[in-house]
């Protein structure tokens, strides 16, 4: 899947969970928590690391694959509202550019 676009990825995605009988479960809210997980994952890899920067090797593979598992349950969430991620974030980006953040140094 390395360089398909977004409708290639999607329809290999959709092929994997069908084949696999996995429909049913792919409800909205089954989703969002399936995505909440693995962004833990995401996080467990920083876990006590403080300000660190770095990461080992080992890490930087894993946080790919978490990465990817929460990326896939995002992509299924779009496929289901009828939308593509990069639909969502052009968006958001368009309402980001009217706001203004201010942050204090400490």
């Known amino acids: 899947m390395?360089?398909?676009d977004y409708s290639q990825v999607m329809q290999e995605l959709r092929d994997f969970r069908d084949q696999?009988?996995?429909q049913k479960y792919h409800t909205l809210p089954a989703l969002a928590r399936a995505l909440s997980v693995e962004v833990a994952e995401v996080n467990e890899i920083f876990?006590?690391?403080d300000q660190q920067t770095t990461i080992s090797d080992q890490q930087t593979a894993d946080l790919k694959l978490e990465m990817a598992d929460a990326l896939t349950y995002l992509y299924y969430m779009?496929?289901?509202l009828g939308v593509t991620p990069n639909?969502?974030?052009q968006?958001?980006?368009e309402?980001?550019?009217g706001r203004h953040w201010r942050f204090?140094?400490?």
């Open 20 to 22: 696999r009988g996995w």
């Open 47 to 49: 876990l006590w690391h």
């Open 95 to 97: 309402i980001n550019l």
């Open 87 to 89: 639909e969502l974030v």
């Open 78 to 80: 779009c496929d289901q």
């Open 91 to 93: 968006q958001k980006h």
């Open 104 to 106: 204090d140094k400490n």
């Open 2 to 4: 390395a360089d398909l």
